[in-house]
């Protein structure tokens, strides 16, 4: 049946959306899609061929075909239409959903382009803030292989690319910089929180004074100093 691949493509990224990380891509399924597309193409050409005729010695090839004609010819034409349009908007369709959760993966401050263990790789800050994980594949969705990260190479550049993009907005004036891009939505409901660090980082500079990180030393401070630390993976709240 035509399209049925992709419309098993389409099934994938529907559930893609509500897995915790990115799977890896469907190398196989997509070349099943691209090569029925390919078939389609072929046909539509066989069928086309005995009403193609040039015109004298040009190489300009004019069809002869008259849908009123030859109805059944007609029918299996735009049978053939429609199945590579809807092979070709699935397609899409699941590659622009992939963009979509690496995109989110960078505004939260992950990084995909990393090897993953379940959740993102956090980043410190917004310029390395990168993207998260994989979709699982045709098989096994959700589960990361490996431990490795999920994207192919250019998603990989997409990644990089968009994080560069969103770093240099962030950069461009003065505005940007009093404003955490990538921060959440949500106003805080505490102006001071209890946060542990869980890893060795140095001394850090607040507005309140410097704090040194120190695997499990613990700290009451503002919130908005210790933002980015919290999503970069050097802090947890506690409580």
């Known amino acids: 049946m035509h399209a049925q691949t992709a419309h098993t493509l ?16 469907p190398s196989d399924l997509i070349r ?30 004019r069809s002869t075909f008259n849908p009123g004609e030859d109805p059944a010819t007609a029918c299996a034409l735009l049978v053939d239409h429609l199945s590579m349009r809807r092979d070709k908007r699935c397609l899409m369709a699941y590659h622009r959903v992939r963009v979509g959760r690496i995109e989110e993966a960078i505004w939260r401050g992950e990084d995909p382009t990393l090897p993953s263990s379940g959740g993102g790789s956090r980043v410190r800050g917004m310029g390395d803030a990168a993207l998260s994980p994989r979709v699982s594949g045709v098989e096994d969705e959700g589960e990361s292989q490996g431990g490795g990260n999920n994207l192919t190479p250019e998603e990989t550049l997409y990644a990089q690319s968009y994080s560069t993009l969103l770093t240099s907005l962030k950069n461009r004036d003065e505005l940007y910089e009093l404003v955490d891009l990538t921060g959440s939505l949500e106003p805080p409901r505490d102006l001071f929180i209890d946060v542990r660090c869980v890893r060795e980082g140095g001394e850090v500079t607040t507005e309140y004074g410097s704090i040194r990180l120190s695997e499990g030393s613990q700290f009451w401070v503002r919130r908005g100093d210790v933002e980015g630390l919290i999503r970069g993976g050097w802090l947890v709240r506690v409580g």
């Open 10 to 25: 389409t099934l994938h990224a529907k559930r893609l959306l509500s897995l915790p990380t990115l799977p890896p891509y």
């Open 32 to 61: 099943s899609i691209l090569l029925e597309i390919r078939n389609l193409d072929r046909d539509v050409a066989a069928l086309l061929a005995p009403y193609a005729h040039s015109s004298g010695g040009s190489q300009d090839v």
